[in-house]
Structures are given as structure tokens and as C-alpha cells.
């Protein structure tokens, strides 16, 4: 018997402050189309519908149990569909290579409205580590390299700027208080990891302090990023002046405007914190977060720890872009393929005009695939299956897929082998 490896999906979206109000949410948009669940009736799992008034942030797409998808058509758990028939949907290679059924990989839509949480997700040392400790704040012990694909125009602050470049910043005079009293003769990552920890744990008055004077500066204080003191009023006013997040984004780390079609790559013990914009975004299968910013002071975690894992890669802008590539499994050349360094997932982007055509040749593993504009139709296993904006797919490991679209088509396909 042949085992049904393509399955239209309902998913559902998650609230936090920093999403997008109402319809302006294009992740609630999505998740409105098919319909997805509503995440505030769990066990009705009820149709997902906008309420104007609330703040959409994420989409989920795939197997964590924080937020599931489950199979349109029937109901079912995707995770308990995939347990029943693993090899024909998973591939025993993919089972071998870690260990167990599961999706690998976690993609989501979000709707950024303002700055998410200045945080890093933690390597799987660490996550083991605090796991054990924690299983309630830290619920798997993997870590959660990712990527952040814009859909539209998308800010975010990604990995560190050269160090020459924050050194002159770091002696302007506000911030000289945050250096080591005895200085090496160059600033290095050991120079920087202090700033960033004694910001952290500097007491609210300081901050504050500091920001007004940083404010008062004449712009060409700031060299080439000239934008710090227009940032931080529009970050005061999305957080408390008292936050030590607008020093540590605004000073150390690279800020990004990318356009639709870009892609950042985040590594675990990577420093970030997305400001504004849609995003797909993928990352290994985890839900592990330090937050030290851009948060109330009760919500953060130690800053001794975030920075006691902390990375110093990407160290400039350049390196955080992750550059997409012409995909072989493409038939007409329409795909490319987004590969960070991870054995997790990589990510297939796919773009048509309406009455083009694409074919994707089978892969040794499973994907999630979500449709964000167009119409088409999609034939697999001997079958038709209409795709629209918000459609989301399972597709089983050894299908091949073929596309003709008919108002143009825009989608994503998170894949592993």
C-alpha cells in the first residue's frame, strides 16, 4: 500500500508584543488563509481567524510540540503520522544520521514590529546543560543555529561590526566607563566581551545616563554609523531607556537592512535581535533562548552566562549574509537553495511567473513547504493539489514534485538529507 507522502497542513500563530498588529501580521495573514488553529483553544484546535486587536508574531511550521502542525485533512498530529510510517516519510538515512523521527529542522513565518529580545540561542553544551537544570524555560538540549530569510524589508542586528570599528566607538567618552581599567594595546573579542558584560549588568540610572549623552553627541562622533543616534529614540520608545540592549545593539553588533530575497545566518552562541520586517525563518529543531536586552529586567537571563558562550563570529556585516545558490534538484532553474553551515536543513526559494513551470527532483529526506504568494498547482504521487497563498505541505522524503503556476508563485521548502 502506498503511503500518502505530500499532506496539506494546518498551522497556527503565536502572540508576543513584538508582532504585527491585527491584519497588518503577514504571519497571521498565512495562517488565516487555510485556515490554520487558533492557539488560544488548543484542545478544539478551532479554525485560526485575526482579531484585530492582537499582536501576531509567528507562524510555526512542522513537528515542535510548542505550537504543531497537524495533517488538514484528517487531524492528526503531523508527528504521530510520520511515527506510523517513519521510513517511508523520514528515510532511514535521515533516522540514522540523528537519532530519531522527528523533523530536524523548525521553519516559522514572523511579523516584526519592533526589536525581539537581544539574545543568543545556546550551543548543545549548554543547552544539555541547562535542559537538565530547566526543562521547563529550556525544553530540549539542542542547540539552534538559523537563518532569516526577508520577505520584505527586514532590520536586524546580526554579530559583531570589525573590532576597529567598535573600538573608536567604545572611546567615545559616555562609554569609556564600560572598558577594563587596565587596556590591552589593541581592542580585542576578550576587550569586547567585557564591554558587552559590564553594559549588561550596569545599574538603570548608568544606562539611562548614557543614552541621553550618546544622544547630545554631534553625529560625525559616530563615523560611518551615523545612525546610533537616530536609533535610539525609536528603541527608547519600543523599551525603557533603562535597557542596556540599545548600548550593546547600537555600539558592538552590525546593523542590517536587508531587502526581500536576502538571508542572514545566525550561529549558535550567535548575538542578534531582529528589529523590524517579514522573515522566514528556519533553524535547527529547538526552542533554547538567552535574553539580556530588550526585555524587562526580571525576564533577563544571567549576563555572565550569555556571555561566558558568546561567539565572535560574524564579525562584519559581510560574513552575517548567507548568499543563495543555483539548485541541481531544479528542472527549469527557477529554484536556488539557501545552505548554512549545519547538517540540519537548507532552504529552497522558489519564484514563477504565472504560466511557468518548475519540477524538483526527489530528495532523501522530508520537507516543509509554505506557499506566500500566487497560485499554482502542485502534481505528486499521481495527484493534484492546489496551492495558495498560506498553503503549507509536508512532502515525504523520495517525491518529486512538479509546479505550473498560474497567478505566479512564491514559495519555501525547508528540506534535510
Given at each position: 500500500?502506498?503511503?500518502?507522502?505530500?499532506?496539506?497542513?494546518?498551522?497556527?500563530?503565536?502572540?508576543?508584543?513584538?508582532?504585527?498588529?491585527?491584519?497588518?501580521?503577514?504571519?497571521?495573514?498565512?495562517?488565516?488563509?487555510?485556515?490554520?488553529?487558533?492557539?488560544?483553544?488548543?484542545?478544539?484546535?478551532?479554525?485560526?481567524?485575526?482579531?484585530?486587536?492582537?499582536?501576531?508574531?509567528?507562524?510555526?511550521?512542522?513537528?515542535?510540540?510548542?505550537?504543531?502542525?497537524?495533517?488538514?485533512?484528517?487531524?492528526?498530529?503531523?508527528?504521530?503520522?510520520?511515527?506510523?510510517?517513519?521510513?517511508?516519510?523520514?528515510?532511514?538515512?535521515?533516522?540514522?544520521?540523528?537519532?530519531?523521527?522527528?523533523?530536524?529542522?523548525?521553519?516559522?513565518?514572523?511579523?516584526?514590529?519592533?526589536?525581539?529580545?537581544?539574545?543568543?540561542?545556546?550551543?548543545?553544551?549548554?543547552?544539555?546543560?541547562?535542559?537538565?537544570?530547566?526543562?521547563?524555560?529550556?525544553?530540549?538540549?539542542?542547540?539552534?543555529?538559523?537563518?532569516?530569510?526577508?520577505?520584505?524589508?527586514?532590520?536586524?542586528?546580526?554579530?559583531?561590526?570589525?573590532?576597529?570599528?567598535?573600538?573608536?566607538?567604545?572611546?567615545?567618552?559616555?562609554?569609556k566607563q564600560f572598558l577594563p581599567a587596565v587596556q590591552k594595546p589593541s581592542f580585542d573579542d576578550m576587550t569586547l566581551k567585557h564591554f558587552v558584560n559590564t553594559v549588561l549588568k550596569a545599574d538603570e540610572d548608568t544606562i539611562a545616563k548614557v543614552q541621553e549623552e550618546l544622544k547630545k553627541l554631534p553625529k560625525d562622533s559616530f563615523g560611518g554609523d551615523s545612525y546610533i543616534p537616530d536609533l535610539?529614540?525609536?528603541?527608547?520608545?519600543?523599551?525603557?531607556?533603562?535597557?542596556?540592549?540599545?548600548?550593546?545593539?547600537?555600539?558592538?553588533?552590525?546593523?542590517?537592512?536587508?531587502?526581500?530575497?536576502?538571508?542572514?545566518?545566525?550561529?549558535?552562541?550567535?548575538?542578534?535581535?531582529?528589529?523590524?520586517?517579514?522573515?522566514?525563518?528556519?533553524?535547527?529543531?529547538?526552542?533554547?533562548?538567552?535574553?539580556?536586552?530588550?526585555?524587562?529586567?526580571?525576564?533577563?537571563?544571567?549576563?555572565?552566562?550569555?556571555?561566558?558562550?558568546?561567539?565572535?563570529?560574524?564579525?562584519?556585516?559581510?560574513?552575517?549574509?548567507?548568499?543563495?545558490?543555483?539548485?541541481?534538484?531544479?528542472?527549469?532553474g527557477k529554484t536556488n537553495v539557501f545552505k548554512p553551515p549545519l547538517s540540519e536543513f537548507n532552504m529552497l526559494t522558489t519564484e514563477l511567473g504565472a504560466g511557468e513551470e518548475e519540477t524538483l527532483k526527489p530528495v532523501k529526506g522530508p520537507g516543509i513547504m509554505i506557499v506566500t504568494k500566487g497560485v499554482a498547482t502542485m502534481k505528486a504521487q499521481g495527484k493534484d493539489f492546489e496551492l495558495k497563498?498560506?498553503?503549507?505541505?509536508?512532502?515525504?522524503?523520495?517525491?518529486?514534485?512538479?509546479?505550473?503556476?498560474?497567478?505566479?508563485?512564491?514559495?519555501?521548502?525547508?528540506?534535510?538529507?
Amino acid at each position: 500500500m502506498t503511503v500518502d507522502s505530500v499532506l496539506q497542513l494546518k498551522c497556527s500563530c503565536n502572540q508576543y508584543p513584538w508582532g504585527k498588529k491585527g491584519s497588518e501580521s503577514l504571519a497571521a495573514q498565512l495562517a488565516a488563509k487555510t485556515p490554520g488553529w487558533d492557539e488560544d483553544d488548543k484542545r478544539n484546535k478551532t479554525d485560526f481567524k485575526i482579531d484585530e486587536e492582537k499582536f501576531y508574531s509567528e507562524m510555526w511550521l512542522g513537528t515542535y510540540p510548542v505550537l504543531p502542525s497537524y495533517v488538514l485533512s484528517t487531524g492528526e498530529d503531523l508527528q504521530d503520522v510520520i511515527d506510523k510510517n517513519p521510513d517511508e516519510l523520514i528515510g532511514k538515512g535521515v533516522m540514522n544520521k540523528f537519532g530519531h523521527t522527528k523533523l530536524p529542522y523548525l521553519p516559522k513565518v514572523l511579523s516584526i514590529s519592533k526589536a525581539l529580545l537581544l539574545q543568543l540561542h545556546p550551543n548543545k553544551e549548554l543547552s544539555a546543560k541547562i535542559h537538565s537544570k530547566d526543562s521547563e524555560k529550556f525544553t530540549d538540549p539542542n542547540h539552534k543555529p538559523e537563518i532569516a530569510l526577508a520577505l520584505t524589508k527586514f532590520e536586524a542586528f546580526c554579530g559583531f561590526k570589525p573590532l576597529d570599528q567598535i573600538s573608536k566607538l567604545v572611546h567615545l567618552e559616555p562609554l569609556k566607563q564600560f572598558l577594563p581599567a587596565v587596556q590591552k594595546p589593541s581592542f580585542d573579542d576578550m576587550t569586547l566581551k567585557h564591554f558587552v558584560n559590564t553594559v549588561l549588568k550596569a545599574d538603570e540610572d548608568t544606562i539611562a545616563k548614557v543614552q541621553e549623552e550618546l544622544k547630545k553627541l554631534p553625529k560625525d562622533s559616530f563615523g560611518g554609523d551615523s545612525y546610533i543616534p537616530d536609533l535610539i529614540p525609536r528603541l527608547q520608545s519600543q523599551y525603557e531607556k533603562t535597557d542596556p540592549g540599545t548600548i550593546v545593539a547600537l555600539i558592538t553588533m552590525n546593523y542590517l537592512v536587508l531587502d526581500p530575497g536576502q538571508s542572514i545566518y545566525i550561529p549558535a552562541d550567535g548575538i542578534h535581535a531582529y528589529l523590524s520586517g517579514d522573515i522566514i525563518e528556519c533553524m535547527a529543531r529547538s526552542n533554547n533562548v538567552l535574553n539580556v536586552g530588550f526585555c524587562p529586567a526580571a525576564d533577563r537571563d544571567s549576563a555572565d552566562l550569555f556571555c561566558s558562550v558568546l561567539t565572535f563570529s560574524p564579525h562584519s556585516p559581510d560574513e552575517a549574509l548567507l548568499k543563495q545558490q543555483s539548485y541541481t534538484g531544479s528542472a527549469s532553474g527557477k529554484t536556488n537553495v539557501f545552505k548554512p553551515p549545519l547538517s540540519e536543513f537548507n532552504m529552497l526559494t522558489t519564484e514563477l511567473g504565472a504560466g511557468e513551470e518548475e519540477t524538483l527532483k526527489p530528495v532523501k529526506g522530508p520537507g516543509i513547504m509554505i506557499v506566500t504568494k500566487g497560485v499554482a498547482t502542485m502534481k505528486a504521487q499521481g495527484k493534484d493539489f492546489e496551492l495558495k497563498e498560506g498553503a503549507v505541505f509536508f512532502i515525504g522524503q523520495g517525491v518529486e514534485t512538479s509546479y505550473e503556476a498560474k497567478e505566479g508563485l512564491q514559495m519555501f521548502t525547508a528540506y534535510v538529507e
